[in-house]
């Protein structure tokens, strides 16, 4: 008997314990989906960063407006980061300097004791006066930096802390150190940089301009967050893909809006703890970002999070049947009574339909109208949704008891006191 | 023989904690729960669709599929149709993107693609002649979910992407599954030339790389500067690529963020990027307007 009660023991705290590892296992499981499913936008953020352009400095092409000694010059700084394993950007950078500093020639003389393409001083530890006139050398040691003979390290464009994403003239000047009022001088050089490195290593201009684009560009979170005052109407219309989304929602990305037939860059948010179940809310709507719950811009986000608070705290949950709409799904209700595309405050984030109130959801089937011309349901908790949505700064569709917004469009038809008119 | 009961527990442990994996599995969880609506709704931005996507359907059994793939297939392969009359038959069952990447795709591709009805799950059909699978398309359910007026929901199948098995090399090929990816590069180097700005570039420069880009740029000339002042300006990767169609031909609504060289908080804008073919079949930038 006793032997048989053991096992029983054995046996139940074994399936316990097998219980508990599958169902760890599958927590696992489901949290490496959800976690590739929110990485949204990692491939936008992927590092695509320009490798060196390549230069045969045996067979240089004619360029025109420029010497040979010139192509030289610069065919040897493009090869010497290529060689030292830099990146286009450090190539652009290098040849950018030149230009400003020697116009690409290997100049005996200059400033004080400057000499070579660079400009370099020999009585600053940069090397000897005929280091300093081999193209080759002059370019390491603005890239690499020079060991001084008194120990110190003259530094290089590579020694610089944060050269990568420094604009061009200022990584520039990091390491020529000019008078203050050169340190801009850099700059105006690159578009004619870009064209000749494109000559020099035989691609398009387009090819050889990698470096136009930063791929971290936008991928940090966005620091701006929205005022505690209501967005203006002037807000809601102009991009706001900055303005990050608050505590207690996801963000979602950029994305496009529409007002007034145009597209407007804004910031997506998902609002946590709430239930949408129309378009582009609809889990794994908007390319897989949705998750079933209600969308609206970033700016639109905290003042629709305090209407949801206040609505709650009176007894009522809502529920809601549409959100933020891309221009694409405005493209295919359009038509009838739905706005025309670029035209609904849906696409700008800023509206939301409310799902479950009593009656038909027909345009004009309203109880009557508010103050405001609100257009009223006789429901208990639409007069909620509408004293909590003025004092958050939305108001009620002036033909749809279910459509709450915070107007954009309308604004100008409306007489919105908190809203000026455009 | 005896065994003992160390081995046995390790046995016991082992075969419950495969049971509690089938048995908590995330395939097994769906078929046990209602259906997912996201188990199949296809994105908005790949496939810019005429209306919503809702929950996939069950599939049908092999050689079963909706009666608007089988439209799609059997016009797809029609050898006879006119290139206006095969327009006009794909039209309805395919997206907007999807329909205007076929009118440039290599008519003869299809025409020899077969029209057999290979495989079928979980929405994609393999199709081609006899045992060789041409490509593999994918259909999504869309329910037309309009609230206003009380109009009722309207559901049908829809053709998202075309993935061809063994395309030969230069075909110009409808857009796949995966059709953002396929516009992804001509796009970028689209939005570095309309956006991003290098130190000191002239009006002169700019359009010249405008024209080096675009093979039509009529309305990327009236492009505005990105910033007025001659700065340099970087652009990041595009964040939201959306395919849709403007007059039957595809174009992709970019959102990408641009900044001053040096600065960090990025503003964005949104440009349309038309596309056209290239010799090679290939996207390539045709133009482009906000």
Known sequence: ?????????????????????????????????????????????????????????????????????????????????????????????????????????????GDRDSVGAFQQRPSQGWGTVEQLRDPAYAATAFFRGVDRSTGEHNPGLIDIDGWESMSLTQAASAVQLPAEQYEDAYAKHESEARKLMSELAGVSVGQASGSLTDANLGCSAPVNV????????????????????????????????????????????????????????????????????????????????????????????????????????????????????????HQMGAAIDISGLPGGYNRHNCSGFAADDSCKSNAPAWSSYHKHGVENGALFHDEEFWHLEWVITRAPERDVPFIPAA | MRVSLKSILVVAAAVLGILALVVFSPENRQQHEAPQPEAAAPSVTAGSPNETATEQTASPGPAEVPEEVQEFIDSYADPDASADEWGRALAPNVTPALHASLLSSDRELARTAGHEILDVSDGRVSVGTKTDVSYTLEYAQFEDDHEHDGHAGASHPIVTGIDFTDAPDGAALPLGTDGVEQVRT????????????????????????????????????????????????????????????????????????????????PEWTTVTIELTRDDSGAWTPQDAHL
């Open chain 1, 226 to 345: 929205a005022a505690g005052d209501l967005p203006t109407q002037e807000q809601l219309t102009q991009d706001s893909a900055n303005v990050a989304c608050p505590d207690g929602s996801t963000d979602l990305g950029a994305a496009s809006g529409g007002y007034q037939g145009k597209r407007i860059p804004l910031r997506l948010c998902s609002i946590t703890g709430t239930v949408c179940t129309g378009s582009d809310c609809r889990d794994g709507d908007l390319d897989g970002k949705a998750r079933g719950e209600v969308v609206v811009n970033s700016l639109v986000a905290p003042h629709f999070m305090k209407w949801l608070e206040a609505v709650r705290a009176d007894g009522y949950n809502p529920q809601f049947s549409s959100s933020f709409r891309s221009w694409e799904t405005q493209a295919s209700f359009s038509g009838g009574n739905v706005a025309r595309v670029g035209y609904s405050n």
């Open chain 2, 186 to 265: 001509p796009v970028q180097e689209a939005l570095t030339a309309a956006v991003a700005q290098p130190g000191g570039q002239s009006d002169e420069d700019r359009e010249q790389l405008i024209r080096d880009t675009f093979t039509s740029p009529e309305k990327a000339m009236s492009l505005p500067r990105s910033v007025d002042d001659g700065a340099a300006v970087r652009i990041g990767n595009a964040h939201e690529l959306v395919l849709a169609a403007e007059d039957d031909q595809l174009v992709v609504h970019a959102t990408v963020p641009y900044a001053r060289d040096g600065e960090s908080s």
């Open chain 1, 1 to 109: 008997m006793r032997r048989i009660l053991t096992w029983v023991i054995v046996g139940a705290l074994v399936a316990g314990a097998s219980v508990v590892v599958g169902v760890t296992a599958v927590f696992f499981q489901f949290a490496s989906v959800s976690s590739s499913d929110t990485d949204s936008t990692n491939d936008a953020c992927t590092d695509t960063s320009a490798q060196a352009l390549s230069v045969d400095t045996s067979a240089l092409p004619d360029v025109a407006g420029y010497t040979s000694e010139q192509l030289s010059v610069a065919a040897q700084i493009m090869k010497i980061g290529g060689d030292l394993g830099l990146s286009e950007r450090a190539q652009l950078i290098g040849l950018m300097t030149a230009m400003q500093e020697s116009s690409l020639q290997n100049l005996a003389g």
